[in-house]
């Protein structure tokens, strides 16, 4: 890890939240506060988290926003009967916010031209029941798949959109259980910023993700907060620190509520 923070050492930023005026909770949506599904529509939360999410925002005075890959309004109906949290879909290109707006950055032309290009390209490959395709991106999921069918998909895949992703200067990204072609102005990094901004600078902050698209959000929270990786298992990351799910992330959600004087 970049920093070697100590899980012991976690006490002192739920020191630090205990004092502070305002608190932010991001926090990335699967494998981080869901297991990983291979039909990803039952991907729902580890069971204790929606409750814990809805005590954080109701009795904490924090703000709770959901920064994911997935598409905005697929988190919502996921969570449960809960009053929704700030979320923030397609790596930060679209915005949902508690009260129902939304909000979306705009594509560029050439971009969006590619991405439908990418689309008809990968079905013509045999791969439409694999596509994904929302607001500035095309993704293919082969999580679930046997190793050799991964392989084949996966080089289908970079020897079809590689030419595309040149030509209109997009980002070609690999995640947990797929490949992904987007556009480079929305990250999940852009949705922190964006957050943080509208916030005192002294906010107590904290991140929790799994997956490599999460680094650059690791990366700014570092100069303000607190980061964490939270998966089965630890890996080379900009997090600070390492929390292995359900129980450590529903224990770290319990340290944030009573940090706050919240209501378990």
Not at 139 to 144: F, K, L, Q, V
Not at 195 to 223: C, H, K, P, R, W
Not at 237 to 247: G, V
């Amino acid at each position: 890890m970049a920093t070697a923070v100590l899980k012991s050492e976690l006490f002192l930023f739920f020191e630090q939240l205990a004092g502070a005026r305002e608190h932010a909770l991001l926090l990335d949506y699967d494998g981080t506060i869901a297991p990983f599904r291979a039909n990803r529509h039952q991907a729902f939360p580890y069971a204790e988290v929606p409750e814990l999410l809805d005590s954080i925002m109701s009795t904490c005075g924090t703000r709770v926003v959901l920064i994911s890959g997935r598409r905005a309004a697929e988190i919502g109906p996921l969570l449960g009967p809960i009053p929704q949290p700030e979320i923030w879909g397609s790596h930060g290109l679209e915005r949902l916010l508690p009260d129902g707006r939304y909000e979306v950055l705009p594509v560029p032309q050439q971009a969006a031209a590619a991405l439908a290009e990418a689309h008809v390209r990968l079905e013509g490959e045999g791969l439409t029941r694999l596509c994904e395709v929302k607001p500035g991106a095309v993704a293919i999921h082969w999580r679930g798949l046997k190793t050799t069918q991964i392989e084949e998909i996966r080089t289908t895949a970079y020897r079809t959109l590689a030419t595309l992703a040149c030509q209109a200067d997009l980002r070609m990204d690999e995640f947990d259980g797929g490949l992904e072609l987007r556009v480079r102005g929305g990250n999940k990094q852009h949705a922190v910023r964006t957050v943080l901004s509208e916030m005192a600078a002294d906010v107590a902050v904290a991140y929790l993700g799994d997956d490599i698209t999460d680094e650059d959000a690791f990366q700014e929270v570092n100069l303000r907060g607190l980061t964490v990786l939270v998966r089965p298992t630890v890996r080379s990351t900009k997090a600070q620190t390492w929390l292995k799910p359900p129980a450590e992330l529903v224990q770290f959600l319990l340290d944030w509520i009573r940090a706050c004087g919240g209501d378990v």
